[in-house]
């Protein structure tokens, strides 16, 4: 396939094979550096101006989870400060 031939629906298969794969996580950096490849194919002339097929994917929902700082880490602050 050429980078020309590529369509939304192409890189919404590869971006959910990926999510399958590999997590959400890795599925949305996969996904920002293809955009900004495409974004880049755009600015060279090797593909017209707006037809960049990472627009519309959405990204994946990112996992929020409750951090706290380590012993180490707390005492770590408390000497810089």
């Known amino acids: 396939m050429f980078l020309d031939e590529i369509e939304e629906r192409d890189v919404q298969e590869w971006f959910n094979r990926i999510t399958n794969t590999g997590g959400p996580g890795a599925a949305n950096r996969c996904g920002e550096i293809l955009r900004a490849m495409f974004n ?8 017209p101006e707006g ?6 994917i959405r990204k994946n929902k990112g996992r929020k989870c409750e951090r706290f700082l380590s012993d180490q880490e707390f005492r770590r602050i408390a000497e810089v400060l």
């Open 51 to 56: 037809s960049n097929p990472c627009l519309y």
């Open 40 to 47: 880049k194919a755009e600015q060279w002339g090797v593909r």
